[in-house]
């Protein structure tokens, strides 16, 4: 395609020209009123600017030829819905008047000009492009697809998620060769989610483990959390519960731990550094478990981390936990999940259900960082706000009811 510029007094003046250069088959892409000459902004002159185009074949002389370009087969059909559009409305333009004289030679900041406008176009068929990819997937979904794509998106599902989703959904409306209704979709949406949660479904406190640690950033409930599970594991398991606490760091930490060991006559060892493991461990001899408490820290901290990490020594089997808040934005629990990750960690436990309605940074990062979920808390009483983690509950609270959505 040849695309070139001429500025003229009037249309029907660049009309002719661009039949003399380029041909019949000419098209005007765009004219635009443009202001040249004048001396510090006066007296200028009204000019009008014409882009017009041709596929092949056309005469050399006159305008200004800009480069050639080699659009790809999607931008020229593109490209082609432009000039169609272009030749429609500037049909009644196309009138043949004689010839006239060639623009003057190429200037430094005419050159400068016409790169400005070649990047207009491209920008403009690249634009076009998307779009119509837009607008053609937009068309091929029907309304319950878009209707459930929209409630996902409002979850804050993954968009890699979403995509994937809607694909192998629409594979299956194609296998089954009709559209699914919003009950038979969200039915096989349902089914779809739970398969890929099927390897993190029903996770818990390993049974191996003697020692867990809980981690996590500030305020996120895991001291909290460590009280319901004591309760859990002494009441439905039998386990004799030891606490150990590490959290020196905030001023009554150690005594919101103590409340709930005197509660639940769990016995409590409290260590400053490191080096004070062995001795806990030593006064927990006789413990079948022990929930280790930590301080919360901004965990998006490298150094924080690596701090916590180094408390996390112990020779019995051991697991940590990465307790996250529901209420945290997804994409800073994923640099937390991300920092912890790293370090081998691959359980997590999600609290402050009871407090949003949004639970897709959940599927993000069990599916992204293959964290296993392992419990979910849903409120500030201890013990009964926590259960574990199933995968059908769960994705029932993602995807809402197909009929409200
Ligand atoms: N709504 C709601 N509140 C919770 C939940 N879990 C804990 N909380 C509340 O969150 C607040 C902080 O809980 P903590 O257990 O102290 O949190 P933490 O992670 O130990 O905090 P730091 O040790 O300071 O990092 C308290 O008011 C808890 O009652 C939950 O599942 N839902
Ligand atoms: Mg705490």
Redesign the pocket.
């Known amino acids: 395609m040849r695309v070139k510029r001429y500025i003229v007094n009037a249309l029907p003046e660049a009309v002719s020209m661009i039949r003399t250069d380029l041909g019949k088959d000419a098209v005007i892409l765009e004219t635009k009123e443009i202001k040249v000459g004048g001396f510090m902004g006066m007296f200028r002159k009204k000019r009008m600017e014409v882009i017009a185009a041709v596929e092949s074949g056309a005469s050399k002389q006159g305008g200004t030829e800009l480069p050639q370009r080699k659009p790809s087969p999607e931008v020229n059909a593109v490209v082609e819905q432009i000039l169609q559009t272009a030749q429609r409305s500037s049909a009644a333009a196309a009138v043949m008047e004689p010839p006239a004289q060639p623009d003057p030679p190429v200037s430094d900041k005419r050159m400068e000009r016409e790169q400005f406008i070649i990047n207009e176009i491209r920008d403009l068929r690249e634009y076009m492009v998307k779009l119509s990819r837009q607008q053609s997937d937009l068309h091929a979904l029907s309304e319950p697809m878009l209707a459930l794509k929209e409630r996902l998106q409002e979850q804050e599902l993954d968009s890699e998620w979403i995509d994937k989703l809607i694909e192998a959904l629409s594979e299956s409306e194609k296998s089954a060769d009709r559209v699914y209704d919003r009950v038979e979709l969200w039915g096989e949406a349902k089914h779809m989610l739970e398969e890929w949660l099927q390897p993190y479904n029903n996770a818990e406190i390993s049974r191996d483990a003697r020692v867990v640690h809980f981690v ?1 950033p ?8 460590i009280a319901k599970l004591a309760a859990e594991q002494t009441i439905k398991r039998g386990r004799n519960v030891g606490f150990i606490t590490s ?1 020196t760091y ?1 001023i009554a ?1 150690v005594d ?1 731990l103590r409340t709930y060991a005197n509660i639940l006559n769990v016995p409590l060892e409290v260590v400053f550094s490191p080096m004070d493991l062995p001795k806990a461990y030593k006064g927990l001899s006789d413990r079948d478990l022990i929930l280790m408490d930590t ?2 820290r901004n965990f998006r901290s490298e150094l924080h981390v690596s701090e916590v990490i180094s408390l996390l020594q112990s020779n019995e089997p051991n697991e940590t936990v990465l ?1 996250l808040s529901l209420t945290g934005k997804t994409a800073d629990m994923a640099i937390i999940a991300e920092r912890f990750s790293k370090y081998g960690i691959q359980k997590v436990l999600f ?5 949003t309605t949004v639970y897709g940074a959940i599927m993000n990062l069990i599916l992204k960082y293959g964290l296993h979920p392992t419990y979910l ?4 009483n201890v013990p009964d ?1 926590i259960e574990r983690f199933k995968a059908g509950k769960y994705v029932e609270l993602l995807l809402g009811d197909a009929e409200h959505e």
């Open positions: 996590g500030t305020g996120v409930g895991k001291t909290t959390t959290d905030r930490a919101q301080a919360g307790v609290t402050k259900l009871d407090e808390a849903s409120g500030q706000d």
